[in-house]
């Protein structure tokens, strides 16, 4: 029977020959956290390599992503759908091998890594889906919901804040099932960590409420009993220090920064040959260490037992368990178009005025109680940023049968738990900040844009609009900076019933995240009387006023007042707050006798996926007269405006006073939007 | 004679009555830590309210900036040139107090906050930058540079992953004169933080290596005790957790969220007048509390003593005060401008190519020796950012006598420590990261605009030229994100030659952060022979090649190579690595008979900033086949090419393949620009 250490080394040989031949990567953490991962995964793992989907599967996170080759050889070795031929393809264009680990590319990936400290964050996510699921789903001898969440990370997880914000959270949530194995080297990319890191990192995780271990990490045994006693405390998070050296087995790099990214070259990986004993050429394998690895068999097993449990949680449970199979599986409510459709009827035929935040909050009202894979949160601003509906319930460290989430002051982390919520599955997150605070989060909203998951942003106080808080809270470029980001929908509607259909868009995207940018101040309902809507979307489409309204407003960029006798001079386009400041100065103008097209483009990636049609018939090519107006930076408005347009956005920061005075001060008047107008009609750009 | 709580009452009823009168702000925190603040100020401060520059002052960061009338307050009792009146201007525009303090409107705010957690980083970098110049300069007998460094922070503020970089990184180093003063109140926003924020904070500081106290934050003497011991602890930063009352005063508001962020009423004021006993009408202060308040006298004598030192120390020490005055002052050294030009004629003409991280090493290598107030680091990528220069000397937790500063991994705590260095005055900081971790800093790097602080980013790594680390590590949207943040200048130089000229631009621009954006791979030294020079500056200016080469990349974007036969028909704008491809492509137009000009842009807001004369010779209006290529999100580039031109950019994320296959994937290919350049001469636009 192979030892542990040949187990191990399997890994270690499969990392080294891969990152060698790709010519890149890291082998000094693979190598130091190959004793780990065999433990892990041979001794406590239950997963199915044959069905990586599997609800009731343990999470695996692997934090510190570089080290990407030990997952990929532990899921080549365990049976997952990855070939020898895969591995030699590490680092290539459109291998099943990305030089991290992304999820969607590799079979067994749970989350895309790389990014220090989010995978911890991320892991805290996962665990509290399991904890709330359980809490929510389980009964009594019938648990369907019940696995861990495991993590390994590095010394650079550690130093990032995310780690603090997660394992703050983790320890005050005391999530018992997550179990993280830090890869205790003392080393990372400048060398020995003393000068910079030297803190009692378990000492720290201690003062969170987490249970700690410190153990020999390049010993297996004392790995497993580490892990076993982990498990056994169920009210408390652990970090198990597993003390290691970084690439363990080169002769002469390890246990300093040179092995951490770079191929160890030919003659190192041969010494470590001789020094671990191994006798196989590269990427051979022999059968006995691949048997003893293969977790096929057991885990198919694992997963016929489960799905037994589930037969008998259906017969015990039924209406239970039809729940929760539809959120595992992401089914929509029944009905859940028509509701939000008589909604937005409703609230077109009221009128009125409202801050978006509010009319989000409503919205939520609605939604809660048909979603019960909704999550809400917030990062301390529940009442600010409205995101807390009437009948959710608190989730208490007592008690996890809830649906709201009080994150603390904690937006990064925020960002990467919800990413764990969604990547979880039964899950359909969102939390709220300010906008100004998307800062904190970005890479975590660029993460869920990568990882294609259904992470929604609740981002109120979108504006100078802010007012007298200043400039410190008042988004500028934000709007900008995530549009920019690939994969992430943005909406800044102008009114509570574009409201509506944002929140639509954003659940019925499920392959996406949206930030919704809402307002602190009332925005009047706009008048759509004089809106030139779309089509119907097909023969069997229902034209009712609300569903046409409805099925307008979701391209993205539609007529919201057309210009009056004839074509338009010029077009003025418009999102937000500003929109209604827009069909004002167009009816200045038309009493100027001019005409202006106002256009409201709440979502410009919907818009931008709209056929070319449409596209133009919204935006004619021959029109340049054309204004942007948004309370944001400027530039990247000249997408839709051009050389020859023109754009009422701010060109410097915020500052403090009453938000109206702030509208009037930088220029978004009535009297500016008409000046700017006729100018270019006159044939003017800026 | 005015007891402790008599003086801190005024601070109370001044944050009140303002907060009242603005209709908006922040009482709760204020009222809380008036305790805090009144023995702090009135028993160690030492400051000159009639110079706030004063080099030697100690310095106090309200890192929970929405506690800001508490500041207010106390600026104006102490003397600073802040009078009632502006105190009655709360929250008005253009007053100097905004809603959050903002360095560089109020006399003695000395740094901008507001986003929790960055004033404590930032005071991490004041403190550092004390520690720094005092190794460096003080001698036997002559200490010039003693001072403290004090914080107040609430629960927010510690919740915030960047309170752990900075606070874990500040007990590494030791920073025994920063002292921070957290106001314990146990109330967030969203109420009672036990739900969310259990940690025992104090063992988690402990564990960082720092003195930690625990005492009633709304006893004087007992918050002065703590400060005095953790005054005598020299060797560790000292957290002092004051228990306090949110809101203490307010009879029915204290002690709960409710007073956190909107006025207490006028009810509530005057029930705060009996409670607390205060006879005086709003915005009336007596004069002897007002006296006793006054540190005017106090600092003037401060100031007085020190000058004397200085004194003293100038003629024991005359090199030695010369560098430290002209640190202090911002001097230039002599010849710094004409070294950099010279290199510049060398590196031109050695042509050759190389990665532009490593024409920065170089450059920095020059500059280093210059330049006394330049302190270099990174968070932990030193050698893949290319930031340490040949003769720097480490900051270790022994010997604070260097200029290179080991961050660890912690991007987001590097970039506030690097606005405290510059706040504190002595320092041009300059810091390396992936631009990708950018996102990481995002806030901080925001907040080195509105301060308009001289911070220097060496963001290496730049595009998809990262290669096989892949998608989690190649930015796209970043370039974009940075040049839209208000204040920020973004430098892609496109090979050493235009490397050069960044760092003359970040160097001279002493108001303004700049990120430096610089490629991983090598890229080729352009020929320039065929490149439009711009004019000499002025009649003063010498016109030397290397002079001229200088001020056209000044310029921010500049004809590199003219077409040739006549006015070009078609310009292709690039930046960093794409330039030579623009090059290359514009060559192989030539040989079709079509006319191309190709401009590099290494710097939008050095150009933006060019008269129209320019501008428009590098841009003609008529042009319109216009195409931007970079490898960074395109829509930011519609801005020069309008509606009619076309962008080679990024429209989703990179991919992990080696660098060159992925150019070529992404279509940054000579044919790819041909067919795009020919099809907008045709008069096709995308």
Redo the contacts between chains.
Sequence with gaps: MSTRKELANAVRFLAMDAIQK????HPGAPLGMADMAETLWNDFMVHNPANPGWWNRDRFVLSN??ASMLLYAVLYLTGYDLTLEDLKKF?????KT???P?HGLTPGVET??????QGLATAVGMALAEKMLAAKYNREGLPVVDHYTYVFMG???L???????AG??A??LGLGKLIALWDNNGI???GQ?Q???????L??F????WHTEDVDGQDGEAVKKAIARARKITDKPSLISCRTAIGYGAPTKAGSASCH?SPLGEEEIEGARKLLGWKHPPFDIPAEIRSAWDAKLEGQQAEKKWNNLLKKYEQAEPQLAEEFEKRMNGDFPAGWRQTLTDLLEKTQAAGGQEATRNSSKKILDVLGPLFPALVGG?A?????VCTKWNGAK?V??QDFDGNYL?????E??MGAIMNGLALHGGFIPYGGTFL??S??A??AI??S??MEQRVIWVLTHDSIGV???????EP??QL??L?????VRVWRPADSVETIVAWLDALRHKDSPTCLALSRQNLPVLDRTKYHPCEPEGPGETCTPAETMLASIKTGGYILREATGGDPQAIIIATGSEVSLAVAAAEALEEKKLRVRVVSMPCAEAFDAQDVAWRCKVLP?NV?ARLAIEAG?V??W??YV???GAVIG????G????GK??FN?FGFTVENVVKTVEKLIAGKSE
Tied chains: 1, 2.
């Design positions: 790709a010519g890149s990567g992503g570089h680092r290539q264009l459109d291998s990305p030089g991290h992304e895309t890594t790389g990014p220090l400290g010394d650079g997880c130093m990032e804040g995310i780690s603090h914000e703050s959270l320890g005050t990372s990319i400048d960590v000068p910079w890191f030297s803190e009692n990192t000492a720290r201690e003062a969170y409420g990214g917030s301390d601003l529940t009442g600010s608190d208490t460290p009080y994150y603390g002051v904690r990064f982390a100004i605070f800062d904190y970005k890479s660029r993460l844009g990568l007012g007298e808080d200043g400039a410190t809270h500028v470029e900008g900076m549009r920019l980001t690939p994969g090519t340049r930076a530039d990247w000249r997408k051009g050389l020859d701010m060109r410097g920061f500052k403090s006073a009453p005075v702030l001060h």
